[in-house]
């Protein structure tokens, strides 16, 4: 493939998506893929006024400073603007993989804005190799249907993230780099089987290719055709989807929560579907049809009277007060001392408690004792106008879930409880013109 070809490729492919003020930020690691995509991209130059490269260093190789300085001299040869956001990858549930392409994608989002494009440089390579993944993984259609061409970065997000490349083969990425005398780092990793897509890039599918000649082109007329029945069904879904989903602001909690009522008042046909629905929803990777089902069996059938869990790499599914939620690990706290006269946010668990000025009742100015609840066992306080409460009677008042109560943020002076953060307030310590004090997401 030409230059010229790519790059008008490309200019097309971006032309209907790209508004006036939106920038191109493409996740470039110095591979073969990105590689080519940037260099295409950098050869119009109106599109070249919108580029930025932009590395992520994972720390996980020990080549991994030689590669950014490779970028950036790349990015500096080129013209375009260069950045690399370094992160802390911690392997969870899913894999290493799975944990570097989460934080990938965290930076994405921290670097992109409204109207820009996130663009990456998977191939129809990569495509087939996905497919073959889920396949054996036991996903339904939308699993099987593989990496859209162009969907939000993540769901709640007014930023796209386009493949513009799905329809270009690895071949023609490599007769591009050779044409256009492109250098490029190889990943030390790429070459072990231990992971399961380099066994499938490295060892099977050369295979099926050699067995099975020419139907490369057969399989991506299938993954379109896929696609497009993925998109007929979430069209023709999502009523019943949005009639499941419900709204909270707990923190450590995403905002979609499931009704199992109105999950149960479904036909049970449709119940994996909109779980799916609900999960993508909440930005959870593609569960496999086993976990949907562990999800239904220990999650939404367990007793009444429990409260159970199901977890998902770094995040839980849990059932509360018939409703699922999708929760996080809570970080550890730190006791503080903390001054409602002068601080206005403070980071706590992962989220952030505010303070603001009230017009209302609220606590009196000072410095407080800010600690978790599970530090404070037994200590009781009197709302205005209310009898005495203990935490375990508030928890129960204001529906507490319980994976947030033992980190619950109080406040106390001199050792006396003063206030349940954003819930109550001691009346000793309340007063007109006072401060709001809330633990938000």
Not at 292 to 315: K, T
Request: glycine fraction near 6%; proline fraction near 5%; include cysteine.
């Amino acid at each position: 493939m030409t230059t010229l070809d790519l790059t008008h490729h490309l200019t097309a492919a971006l032309a209907p998506m790209l508004g006036e003020e939106g920038r191109l930020i493409v996740g470039f690691s110095g591979g073969l893929d990105s590689s080519v995509l940037l260099h295409a991209l950098a050869q119009n130059d109106g599109l070249k006024a919108r580029l930025i490269a932009l590395h992520v260093h994972h720390g996980l190789s020990p080549n991994a400073d030689v590669w950014e300085a490779h970028c950036q001299a790349v990015s500096e040869n080129l013209g375009v603007a260069f950045i690399s956001a370094r992160v802390t990858v911690t392997g969870d549930g899913n894999g290493i993989e799975q944990a570097a392409r989460n934080a990938r994608y965290d930076v994405f989002q921290q670097h992109a804005n409204s109207h820009d494009l996130v663009l990456v440089a998977h191939h129809n390579d990569d495509q087939v190799e996905t497919f073959f993944q889920r396949l054996f993984r036991g996903s339904g259609l939308t699993g099987l249907a593989s990496m859209a061409a162009v969907r939000p970065l993540f769901d709640d997000s007014d930023v796209l993230l386009v493949r513009p490349l799905l329809d270009v083969s690895r071949k023609q990425l490599e007769a591009y780099a050779q044409a256009q005398q492109l250098t490029w780092v190889e990943d030390e990793s790429n070459t072990d089987t231990r992971y399961e897509r380099n066994w499938w890039r490295n060892e099977l599918l050369p295979q099926i290719w050699q067995r099975f000649t020419g139907r490369e082109e057969s399989l991506k007329r299938t993954l379109e055709q896929l696609q497009s029945d993925q998109a007929l069904l979430q069209e023709l879904l999502k009523p019943e989807i949005d009639a499941c989903i419900a709204y909270c602001d707990w923190p450590g909690t995403n905002e979609l929560i499931c009704s199992i009522a109105a999950l149960n008042d479904k036909p049970k046909h449709h119940r994996p579907y909109l779980l799916r629905g609900w999960l993508a929803g909440c930005g959870v990777p593609m569960p496999s049809a086993a976990m949907l089902e562990r999800i239904q069996r220990e999650v939404i059938e367990a007793a009444e009277d429990r409260n159970p869990q199901v977890v998902l790499g770094d995040i839980c599914v849990r059932r509360y007060q018939q409703h699922l939620y999708v929760t996080r690990q809570l970080d550890d706290v730190t006791p503080c001392i903390i001054d409602l006269g002068s601080n206005t946010r403070f980071p706590w668990a992962g989220s952030t408690i505010t303070v603001t000025n009230t017009s209302e009742e609220g606590l009196a100015s000072g410095r407080y004792d800010l600690i978790p609840a599970y530090s404070c066992v037994g200590q009781t306080l009197r709302p205005a106008g209310r009898p005495q409460k203990t935490l375990k009677h508030i928890w129960q008042e204001n529906s507490i879930p319980p994976w947030l109560r033992d980190r619950w943020p109080l406040l106390l002076q001199d050792g006396k409880l003063c206030a349940v953060v954003g819930i109550c307030n001691d009346q000793t310590v309340v007063v007109a013109h006072g401060y709001a004090v809330k633990w938000v997401s």
